[in-house]
């Protein structure tokens, strides 16, 4: 069960803090992303965390503005968003990898299972 929060509207150059909370799993075994989805738009990799945290990669549009983190111990995957521009403007997913102390990948079809999503929509 993913449950993400944190999402809202918020002027181009400001920032946000998007939090995924898990249940139902061994959170501390497995390597989480974050995802998001335009109206119209394909899902697109955003942020990768490895299960054991430390090691991460970003989307290039996104390297630099978006930091993504993990707290096992509360089974909570963050990321924080600064700099955001207009194009940042999609619902954001964190959906989990489907093996277990997995490396770090970023195609969708690796992330079978999905929360409900987070919308941040950015005014220019």
């Known amino acids: 069960h993913l449950v993400e929060s944190g999402g809202g509207l918020v002027q181009a150059g400001g920032s946000l803090r998007l939090s995924c909370s898990a249940s139902?799993?061994?959170?501390?075994?497995?390597?989480m992303a974050w995802f998001r989805q335009a109206p119209g738009k394909e899902r697109e990799f955003v942020a990768s965390?490895?299960?054991?945290?430390?090691?991460?990669d970003y989307a290039d549009s996104v390297k630099g503005r978006f930091t993504i983190s993990r707290e096992n111990s509360r089974k909570t995957v963050f990321l924080q968003l600064d700099g955001l521009k207009p194009d940042d403007t999609a619902a954001y997913y964190c959906?989990?990898?489907?093996?277990?102390?997995?490396?770090?990948?970023?195609?969708?079809?690796?992330?079978?299972?999905w929360g409900p999503g987070t919308q941040v929509t950015v005014s220019s």
């Open positions: 139902g799993f061994d959170f501390s075994a497995y390597t």
């Open positions: 965390i490895l299960w054991s945290g430390g090691t991460t």
């Open positions: 959906p989990i990898h489907r093996m277990a102390r997995s490396g770090l990948t970023f195609m969708p079809y690796d992330y079978p299972y």
